[in-house]
């Protein structure tokens, strides 16, 4: 791989701000068309084979797996029962974490909770600063949207259409599926609409009877569409295909490369141009703007270590920090000419914020499988999707959107149903012979994007750079609560169809924030007067400027935003490209 050099004194064609999906697309598609990029990172670029060692045995590890004694992860209870920042009152632990950075494997890859601090609501925040961010341990669910969310609003009267339909994004959708690899199996669904897939992994057992049973139902379950590649990629040399033989269950992650992450997938195969350059250990702390102009001129950021100050010029700015460190980034952007943050005159820059509630679901036990020989359940990307049923052709009485379930069954490292009772050798025999049988599932359901859901800068609060923390004014309203109640009832009305013993039913919805698929501080539109960016995710007040990570969703939809995401920012991008080439940027 070549690493071409950083030059701070160069004015770059474009800086694209964070590594992650958007981030690294972005850097891919601009180099792709010849531009001069440099890419900065908050965080250091680390050798995340030996962080994930999803081939290593627990008893392998000195903790089993679990943190070091001098680290902490924040648990449910934790994030209800204390106010942000979540620091005071852990004063034992070196290091905090967020709830996903609760195994050894983790610990690197999520943020130290003290040295980003945030106030206001509580919300489960995870952070992945370090080059890919958070795609180095992405759940891997790969799903397309449809015009059933793009024109929701047509459909039920909440909220704003988006400026795009379907048919805008499809070929990009295409192409993300071409250039990345996804794993799944074609079902028709007009609502949750196909990709092109590579081998799909197969259901077992439990997986096939629950679908059986739900068919009855005219619902969908389908294998876990995921963002893998399967049948290998000839044109990345980077990447491997899954050989299934991997501790997926880890928190996401793979250290072979067959999932996605930015890094390989992307950043890597666009340094190769010699078009990229990156600078990780980069906290930008705001978007410089041409006094003259009122256009983006560069960027100013503090070295994570040295605490130095820099700064660099471009022509354009690209902008994909992830949803809320984008708002951040774009508030604290203030000027004469920005008075308000930048690319802020509607006043929604922020606002808006939607993600996706989760917490119900169910457990249960197909008896015919007890006793029945292990199978090889470990390292499949996932086991199953159920797509989305409720306000699709009636309306539900008690909430508007829809939601779906993700679960899976069979033989893990980590046997199911351990909940199981006693000690001893009867006690181990009675998991070996129970463990292939459970199957369990939980609901990802669409928060509405209301206005009054929304952060801000808190004006006292700093992080370890002295840069002001992001305050959350943010709460699941009514529609959330009656769908999660929805939500419980029809899992365990499906399990009871499918025949399964229903083991446990989950009605607590988990902290605002778990999803980790936040979503919608500056969506996109047409009227600049209610949005902050036009359908290329160029905003409307700085034309040199592009946000393009999720902050430009209008609603969350039901479906995990990854693709999506990316598959935006690939058309968003060329766009860019060819405006740039004209000389309109």
Not at 4 to 33: C, F, Q, R, W
Not at 325 to 331: D, G, K, N, Q
Not at 451 to 457: F, G, T
Not at 507 to 518: A, D, K, N
Request: proline share 5%; hydrophobic share 35%.
């Amino acid at each position: 791989m070549v690493e071409p050099e950083v030059n701070l004194t160069k004015t770059y064609d474009a800086i694209v701000i964070g590594s992650g999906a958007a981030g690294g697309m972005a850097s891919h598609v601009l180099t792709s068309h010849g531009m001069q990029v440099l890419l900065l990172e908050a965080g250091k670029k680390l050798p995340i084979e030996k962080e994930l060692r999803s081939m290593e045995w627990p008893y392998d590890n000195p903790y089993r797996g679990s943190l070091p004694p001098d680290q902490h992860s924040l648990t449910f209870n934790e994030y209800t029962i204390r106010n942000p920042p979540y620091g005071p009152g852990f004063e034992k632990a070196k290091h905090l974490k967020s709830y996903v950075g609760n195994t050894d494997y983790m610990k690197n890859i999520v943020v130290d909770e003290r040295d980003n601090p945030f106030t206001g609501t509580n919300y489960a925040w995870v952070r992945a600063r370090c080059l890919g961010g958070k795609t180095n341990i992405w759940g891997r669910l790969a799903l397309r949207l449809s015009d059933y969310d793009f024109k929701a609003k047509s459909r039920d009267g909440f909220g704003e259409d988006w400026p795009i339909s379907y048919s805008d994004i499809a070929p990009y959708y295409d192409k993300v599926d071409l250039y990345l690899g996804i794993t799944g199996v074609k079902e028709n669904l007009p609502y949750l609409p196909d990709s092109i897939f590579q081998r799909p992994t197969k259901l077992n057992c439990a997986e096939v009877t629950l679908k059986d049973g739900l068919a009855k139902m005219g619902r969908v379950l389908t294998q876990y569409r995921a963002g893998v590649t399967t049948d290998g990629l000839k044109h990345n040399k980077y990447r491997s295909r899954c050989y299934g033989r991997g501790a997926c269950e880890r928190k996401g992650g793979c250290d072979i490369h067959a999932a996605f992450d930015s890094p390989t997938g992307l950043i890597y195969p666009a340094m190769d141009t010699g078009n990229l350059a990156v600078r990780t250990n980069a906290v930008v702390r705001e978007i410089t703007v041409d006094p003259q102009t009122g256009k983006a001129s560069g960027v100013h950021f503090i070295d994570n270590q040295t605490m130095k100050d820099y700064a660099v010029r471009a022509k354009v700015v690209v902008l994909a920090a992830s949803t809320l460190e984008s708002a951040r980034l774009l508030l604290l952007s203030k000027s004469r000419l920005h008075p308000n943050g930048l690319a802020n005159s509607s006043g929604h820059v922020g606002h808006n914020f939607c993600e996706h509630i989760m917490g119900p679901g169910v457990a249960g036990r197909a008896k015919n499988l007890i006793g029945k020989p292990p199978t090889l359940d470990d390292g499949r990307p996932g086991g199953f999707y159920l797509a989305r049923f409720r306000n699709l052709a009636e309306k539900n009485p008690k909430f508007i959107r829809g939601y779906g379930f993700e679960g899976g069954s069979g033989s893990t490292m980590f046997p199911r149903g351990t909940d199981t009772h006693g000690f001893g050798s009867a006690f181990k025999e009675e998991v070996r012979k129970n463990q292939g049988a459970f199957i369990g599932m939980g609901a990802f359901g669409e928060v509405l994007a209301r206005y009054e859901n929304y952060v801000d800068l808190d004006p006292v609060v700093k992080d370890k750079w002295g840069i002001p923390a992001l305050r959350f004014h943010y709460k699941f309203g009514d529609n959330e609560h009656r769908m999660a109640e929805d939500m419980k009832e029809t899992a365990q009305e499906m399990f009871e169809a499918a025949g399964f013993e229903i083991v446990n039913v989950r009605s607590r919805v988990l902290t605002e924030g778990w999803s980790i698929h936040e979503l919608g501080t500056a969506r996109m539109g047409s009227d600049p007067k209610t949005s902050v960016l036009n359908q290329f995710q160029q905003a409307h007040d700085v034309k040199n400027l592009f946000v393009v990570d999720g902050s430009a969703f209008v609603n969350a939809s039901c479906q995990n935003p990854t693709w999506t995401i990316m598959s935006l920012c690939w058309r968003s991008c060329d766009y860019l490209a060819d405006e740039f080439r004209k000389g309109n940027v």
